[in-house]
């Protein structure tokens, strides 16, 4: 809780503490940046509750068909042992074999959607083995957080994601970094107002003034945008302040911070955040 406002942080990778310096510098190597962090799971939770932080969806990505399963249990154990502070987002990749078996053991483990990346795991929004997997998000009522937007490709960019929304009208999708990271402006104004589609803040702050920001926001409507902190790219509690210091009013944030990602993502709001 900051401000009186509860938070939630729609967008946070996490991994195997073994593994994941390693892992977070691999992203880090992919977008030319750092990470603040170092994506273990312990210093999620620390640095989550320094900042006002009540709840964390969290997710990680596969890279090859072999590392789902495996992937999924680690998110699925770390959500059993959090007390309740996470939800848990289930990977998929468009090469596995049997595509039914992998949804059915995401949605068997607990986990309340589905993450893909489709610039890290190389494959087109709109493509059939893609295709397949939102038919079967559809099927099991699972939503999406899809990594939207970048300048250097067109894997998941707006001209391949429109497709997607329009043959799956009932499929939820966010689209992270307000539909398309380093094509933000591009992006806000191809996808605002389609009604399957929210979108996240994350990893946007590093790279948007925050003028231009809480236009491209109010042009999403504080109904469709979710705060997250694309964890371990960035720390929750700098995040969040600059989120508080773009000055929206209340009933806005109050969507924005903890809402509008407890009602896609379907974890229980506490009864007293009225
Ligand atoms: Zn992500």
Known sequence: MKNGFYVADAHCHVYPDAIAEKAADNTGVFYDVGHELD??????????????????????????PRQVG??????????????GFFTGLGTLHPDSEDQRHEVERIVSLGLHG??????????????????????????????????????RYDYSN??????VLERFPTLRVVGAHLGGWSIW????????????????????????????VKTLIEALGADRVLWGT????????????????????????????WENAAAVFGFPTPAHNA
């Open 158 to 163: 707006p001209n391949r994601l429109l497709p």
């Open 114 to 151: 589905v993450k893909l990346h489709p610039d890290i795991q190389r494959f087109r929004l709109d493509d059939p083995k893609a295709m397949e997997i939102f038919a079967l998000c559809v099927e099991y009522s699972l939503p999406v957080l899809l990594h939207t937007g970048d300048k």
């Open 230 to 257: 694309d964890y371990p790219m960035w720390t929750p509690k700098t995040e969040l302040d600059t989120f508080l210091s773009l000055g929206f009013d209340d009933a806005s944030a109050r969507k924005i911070l």
């Open 39 to 64: 994506g273990k799971v312990g210093t999620l939770v620390a640095a989550s509750r320094l900042a006002g932080v009540d709840h964390c969806v969290i997710q990680s990505v596969a890279t090859s």
């Open 185 to 212: 402006e591009e992006a806000v104004a191809r996808l605002k107002g389609i009604p399957n589609l929210w979108f996240d803040c994350s990893s946007t702050f590093a790279w948007v003034d925050k003028w231009k």
């Open 70 to 83: 495996s992937i999924n249990r680690f998110i699925a154990a770390t959500v059993a042992a959090g007390d």
